[in-house]
């Protein structure tokens, strides 16, 4: 009887240690990271980093990238849902449709971070973003201390990216003074499909078509589509003469800033962002509190999502050295040659 007890004993220790074991031996957490193209500079880059940055804390990183194919992005999405992941951190192709796989996360009890798109019309965890109310009044200041009168040519983002409307909606707001006090004649105004430097050509080449080549300023919401109107402006001798904004800092941007061609861009602090992107959607994933990373909020149509936003640095030939080259963004045999 008591080798029995003995032997019962022994069993009942070995099994509960094993489950103790089982227990404390956690899977490694998940994250995938959903990008819309690694054609576009700062997206692949900021993978890049989020991925480093989770990977030394121990997190496992599924990038896709998704071709710029909402299907595809959705498709993607799906795949790793069913796999099964701790978070998912998602730039959208299309920041509506993005609504459909934020909620099948959702039903899957997986934790959503919206990624410098807002996506719209759902219940996302979490936004992290630069402000494109500091961006606009960058752009703004930068042509008008320029050009404080002339004709300007509005090229914006994407519309059906709530970047592209919010972005225009702040160039708008800072411009309206001196539109309402006769410097600034905006001569033409247009979102740029996907934001694309092929469309944006094509609508800077339409703006001299049909209003001549008096133009004074081109405020351009992105690098590639400013570098767009600048290969127009050049078709007649302008570059250089018109003021022209951008964002993003793309190599092309800053070739273009040195030569004199573009006024200014915008550079997004990429390697903070995505880690703190990281950062937040490691919290999530691990089901804590991230209140602490709140200091914003932005409303997407169904909510007010809780934001985290990194302000963005102005860039123009005087400080290009400073703020890219000497902090390695760039070597000076990239900007320069």
């Known amino acids: ?34 990008y819309p193209s690694k054609t576009i500079e700062r997206f692949k880059k900021e993978s890049d980093f ?10 496992e990183v599924i990038v896709l990238d998704s071709e710029v194919d909402e299907t595809l992005q959705k498709n993607q999405a799906s795949q790793i849902i069913e796999q099964g992941v701790d978070a998912i ?26 990624y410098n798109r807002m996506i719209t019309n759902c219940d996302v965890d979490f936004f992290v973003a630069s402000s494109n109310d500091q961006i606009g009044k960058a752009m703004v200041d930068a042509v008008i201390k320029e050009k404080p009168q002339g004709n300007f040519v509005l090229l914006g983002g994407d519309k059906f990216d709530k970047n592209g409307l919010d972005l225009q909606n702040s160039i708008n707001k800072y411009l309206k003074p001196h539109i309402d006090n006769g410097d600034v004649n905006v001569v033409y105004e247009s979102f740029i499909e996907q934001w694309s430097d092929v469309v944006a050509h094509h609508e800077m080449q339409k703006v001299i078509s049909l209003y ?5 300023a081109v405020i351009s919401g992105f690098d590639g589509m400013s570098d767009a109107a600048i290969d127009v402006l050049k078709k007649y001798n302008l570059e250089g003469t018109v003021a022209v904004t951008g964002q993003d800092a793309e190599l092309r941007g ?23 992107a990281a950062e937040i959607a490691i919290k999530l994933a691990q089901g804590k509190n991230i209140k602490e990373y709140v200091n914003s909020s932005e409303f997407n149509g169904f909510e007010e999502i809780p934001t985290h936003r990194v ?15 000497d902090t390695g963004v760039y070597t000076k045999d990239e900007v320069y040659n």
């Open 1 to 34: 009887m008591k080798k029995y007890l003995l032997f019962t004993l022994c069993i009942s220790f070995v099994f509960i240690t094993l489950i103790t074991t089982s227990c404390s031996k956690k899977e490694k957490l998940k994250i995938a990271f959903l």
């Open 50 to 59: 989020f991925k480093a940055y989770a990977e030394k804390n121990g997190v």
């Open 89 to 114: 951190v998602i730039i959208a192709v299309n920041v509506n449709t993005g609504a459909a796989i934020v909620r099948e996360a959702n039903d899957n009890n997986i934790p959503v971070l919206a």
């Open 212 to 216: 001549g080549t008096d133009i004074d």
């Open 254 to 276: 800053c070739r273009n800033i040195v030569a004199g061609y573009q006024t200014m861009t915008l550079y997004h602090p990429l390697k903070a962002l995505a880690e703190k």
């Open 311 to 325: 302000n963005s640095i102005i860039i123009t030939k005087d400080n290009i050295d400073k703020e890219l080259i």
